[in-house]
């Protein structure tokens, strides 16, 4: 019985060192590389000793480990195993890599989580200040047409941040209305914040903020203000100032509600949401919403055909 025991501790204790990773932190100075999550929502360093002696070397080392899959299963390799280098270039400390055409097939959000990976990876060598994307040959273009241009790390980073390792990238789905103003359309987004900032006020001033594609319409009067957000026990309480209750777009009052519900349970952790009106709740919304309502996520409202839906 005795070593029945203590088999199971033993067991036990090797579940939690292998089943409990925790997110690394460099230290000051300490080069890495940048891989995205296993979910593919976000961008973590990996610690890592570059040993090139020049600054050619370097950059091969770095592109070479960012096309490697990484050594362990809680991230995925950088740059997609179907996606080609085809060349580089580095020119007055600006380099520019040259992808197969394989990289425009990456959907917008994992494709900016990507660049992101990569700029943060080989700006550490001395040697390059500016990275530049080119898809065979050509600028890459951002969904406008406008070429992208040159990036540096601080192109990923909040403005809100002036350390590296104070910014986080997470890529979620965020809910604006449809054209009719009827139903809820599914925009998958990358979004960049401050780490001392809650993701979830993040999500809310950019549902306030309105949509950054065509055929998706904002939810919440623009001069909306997040007053204060919260979560606990899987609650998310946003309490906002009076003008989200003025005029605001011509969209039913519940898909204003389910915009901000169904893009807050998105989070990891949340999975229902309270409305406030400068701290009250004793409020009744547009359409006979009463916001002492404690909101569930509602796929219903959500246009068919769109993910989630």
């Known amino acids: 019985m005795k070593k029945l025991k203590i088999f199971l501790l033993l067991t036990i204790c ?4 292998t089943g409990c990773k925790k997110e690394e932190v460099l230290e000051e100075g300490q080069s890495a590389i940048y891989y995205l999550n296993k979910d593919g929502t976000s961008v973590v360093p990996v610690a890592y000793e570059i040993t090139g002696e ?3 070397k370097k950059i091969e080392e770095l592109l070479l480990k960012l096309e490697e899959a990484p050594e362990s299963v809680d991230y995925r390799r950088t740059i997609p195993e179907n996606v080609t280098l085809l060349q580089y270039t580095l020119d007055r400390k600006q380099l520019y890599l040259d992808f197969s055409s394989e990289y425009l097939n990456l959907d917008k959000a994992t494709e900016v989580l990507v660049r992101a990976a990569i700029v943060h990876t080989m700006t550490q060598v001395e040697e390059v200040s ?3 994307f080119q898809i065979a040959g050509e600028p890459l273009k951002d969904t406008k047409g406008n070429n992208i ?3 540096n790390a601080n192109t990923f980073l909040d403005n809100m941040g002036s350390e590296e390792n104070a910014t986080k990238i997470v ?3 965020l809910y604006y209305a449809n054209k009719s ?6 925009q998958s987004s990358v979004l960049e914040y401050n780490a001392n900032v809650a993701v979830e006020k993040v999500v809310v001033e950019q549902l306030i903020a309105g949509p950054s594609e065509e055929g998706f319409f904002a939810t ?8 204060s957000i919260t979560t606990k026990d899987g609650v998310c309480y946003v309490n906002l100032d009076t003008a989200f209750t003025g005029q605001g777009y011509d969209v039913l009052g519940a898909v204003t509600i389910y915009s901000i519900v169904n893009s807050l349970t998105e989070i990891s952790g949340i999975s229902s949401v309270q409305i406030l009106v400068n701290g009250e709740t004793s409020i009744t ?3 006979n919403i009463s916001l002492e309502t404690i909101f569930q996520r509602n796929p219903e409202i959500i246009e068919k055909g769109e993910p989630n839906a």
């Open 181 to 186: 103003g009827d139903k809820l359309k599914t």
């Open 149 to 151: 241009g040159l990036m």
């Open 171 to 173: 890529k979620l789905n």
């Open 130 to 132: 500016y990275i530049g």
């Open 220 to 227: 919440i009067p623009k001069d909306t203000k997040v007053m």
């Open 54 to 56: 020049t600054a050619e």
């Open 285 to 287: 919304y547009k359409d």
């Open 14 to 17: 090797m579940f939690l060192m």
